[in-house]
Nanobody
């Protein structure tokens, strides 16, 4: 069973930056894609970014501000978030799956517990 543990969330002022990290542990041979989703209070879950060997997807709402990267040797995926806005406030979840498309559609097999990101004005 694969476990995903997120870190790096916190409180930041508008315009600031944060970097989230997610490390996978346990059996992971079927993990091909890793990514991030978020859920703001009172809103549905939203895909933020996803990365695999062949492609990267980034939501239009964060394109140009957020960058996803991956270190396969460390089984870790990162989300560098710059120029943060109050509307980026949400719980951010790390996701992993054997399929990039399935993950990006929100159907990833493995989910972390989430890390809170709060952007103040």
């Amino acid at each position: 069973q694969l476990q995903l543990v997120e870190s790096g969330g916190g409180l930041v002022q508008s315009g600031g930056s944060l970097r989230l990290a997610c490390t996978a542990s346990g059996y992971s041979s079927d993990v091909y894609a890793m990514g991030w989703f978020r859920q703001a209070p009172g809103k549905g879950r939203e895909g933020v970014a996803c990365i695999s060997d062949s492609m990267t997807d980034v939501a239009d709402s964060v394109k140009g501000r957020f960058t996803i990267s991956r270190d396969n040797t460390k089984k870790t995926v990162y989300l560098q978030m710059n120029s943060l806005k109050t509307e980026d406030t949400a719980v951010y979840y790390c996701v992993a799956d054997g399929s990039h498309d399935r993950l990006w559609l929100g159907h990833g097999d493995y989910w972390g517990r989430g890390t809170q990101v709060t952007v103040s004005s």
